[in-house]
């Protein structure tokens, strides 16, 4: 029937997949969840508690495969038909989370996405830009993700068919963070994969800190710059390259790139407040691409 994978770094599972396994039960369905973590840096001891539970496992790489080539990994292992994909450091909404897919299931479905939402409250200051841009750009109620439903979607709290999935795995050469989802749902759609959204949301307990939440976007651009020179996405694919395209197309982008190296401090400053601007986030990740474009062309 189901088969849940967790890829796990350096988080707890173990609530998740508590939370899981007794609405697994609850529904009385044959179902299996599989958590694999990925070489982490943190020990996180509760995640050894996932194996004690009946059709749960916990397993371990021994080097860091990265996001994509992990969830490939549990999928090979998978046993059911359809799979359910999360993140570690998601939490279903309500008791009947499972229930839902399984219904959506009946009706014998390619791929169904849930949706997302943050916390109603902000959190300290430290933490508030991954809050801020979690609540603005990926938390979509339903009848908006109706609308867009190939463009409002992500790569987790996503069920999908094994056989779907097995034609249209992740990319496994995108080692590092960043854009991989937007790689694997670009295939999809240019597969005329049907995804089905429906109203099933998981909260995201992401609770980054600003300047770590900075960091991993300028690895993402990085990535989004591999990923341009190698035709894996094009202009098209997102906002930030069309804005480059635009820059490129006016002859624009080594000012943009001087006006960066000018203003990066100030920029990183707003971010890093109570009160960080999403305009300023975006200023900052386009003239980050532009630099390290430049950089690369002069290398």
Same mark, same amino acid.
């Given at each position: 029937?189901?088969?849940?994978?967790?890829?796990?770094?350096? +988080?707890?599972?173990?609530? %998740?997949?508590?939370?899981?396994?007794?609405?697994?039960?609850?529904?009385?369905?044959?179902?299996?969840?599989?958590?694999?973590?990925?070489?982490?840096?943190?020990?996180?001891?509760?995640?050894?508690?996932?194996?004690?539970? =009946?059709?749960?496992?916990?397993?371990?790489?021994? !080097?860091? @495969?990265?996001?994509? &080539?992990?969830?490939?990994?549990?999928?090979?292992?998978?046993?059911?038909?359809?799979? %359910?994909?999360?993140?570690?450091?998601?939490?279903?909404?309500?008791?009947?989370?499972?229930?839902?897919?399984?219904?959506?299931?009946?009706?014998?479905? =390619?791929?169904?996405?849930?949706?997302?939402? +943050?916390?109603?409250?902000?959190?300290?200051?430290?933490?508030?830009?991954?809050?801020?841009?979690?609540?603005?750009?990926?938390?979509?109620?339903?009848?908006?993700?109706? !609308?867009?439903?190939?463009?409002?979607?992500?790569?987790?709290? @996503?069920?999908?068919?094994?056989?779907?999935?097995?034609?249209?795995?992740?990319?496994?050469?995108?080692?590092?963070?960043?854009?991989?989802?937007?790689?694997?749902?670009?295939?999809?759609?240019?597969?005329?994969?049907?995804?089905?959204?429906?109203?099933?949301?998981? @909260?995201? =307990?992401?609770?980054?800190?600003?300047? $770590?939440? $900075?960091?991993?976007?300028?690895?993402?651009?990085?990535?989004?710059?591999?990923?341009?020179?190698?035709?894996?996405?094009?202009?098209?694919?997102?906002?930030?390259?069309?804005?480059?395209? &635009?820059?490129? !197309?006016?002859?624009?982008?080594?000012?943009?790139?001087?006006?960066?190296?000018?203003?990066?401090?100030?920029?990183?400053?707003?971010? @890093? &407040? !109570?009160?960080?601007?999403?305009?300023?986030?975006?200023?900052?990740?386009?003239?980050?691409?532009?630099?390290?474009? =430049?950089?690369?062309?002069?290398?």
């Amino acid at each position: 029937m189901l088969s849940i994978l967790i890829p796990i770094y350096n +988080y707890n599972a173990f609530p %998740l997949v508590l939370e899981l396994h007794q609405q697994c039960i609850a529904c009385g369905i044959a179902f299996e969840i599989l958590c694999q973590d990925d070489c982490s840096t943190i020990n996180c001891i509760e995640n050894n508690q996932i194996t004690k539970l =009946q059709g749960c496992q916990h397993l371990s790489n021994k !080097k860091n @495969l990265g996001r994509s &080539s992990n969830i490939n990994a549990l999928v090979e292992i998978s046993k059911f038909d359809y799979l %359910l994909i999360l993140e570690a450091d998601a939490f279903p909404l309500n008791k009947n989370y499972i229930k839902t897919y399984i219904e959506a299931i009946k009706k014998k479905p =390619q791929a169904v996405f849930g949706g997302v939402i +943050y916390y109603e409250s902000k959190p300290e200051k430290k933490k508030i830009l991954r809050w801020i841009y979690g609540n603005a750009r990926e938390s979509k109620d339903l009848a908006k993700r109706l !609308k867009n439903p190939h463009d409002i979607v992500f790569s987790w709290n @996503l069920l999908i068919e094994k056989k779907v999935f097995l034609n249209n795995p992740f990319d496994s050469s995108i080692t590092t963070y960043g854009f991989e989802d937007l790689v694997f749902l670009k295939n999809l759609k240019e597969k005329n994969v049907r995804i089905h959204q429906i109203d099933n949301p998981c @909260l995201h =307990q992401n609770e980054e800190e600003s300047a $770590i939440f $900075i960091k991993k976007s300028e690895i993402a651009v990085l990535n989004l710059i591999e990923l341009y020179r190698k035709n894996i996405l094009s202009t098209s694919d997102s906002n930030l390259l069309r804005a480059f395209a &635009s820059l490129k !197309k006016t002859h624009l982008i080594a000012t943009t790139s001087f006006l960066f190296d000018r203003f990066e401090k100030p920029m990183k400053k707003n971010l @890093l &407040s !109570k009160k960080p601007s999403l305009f300023t986030f975006d200023l900052y990740r386009l003239g980050y691409f532009c630099k390290h474009t =430049q950089t690369k062309n002069r290398s």
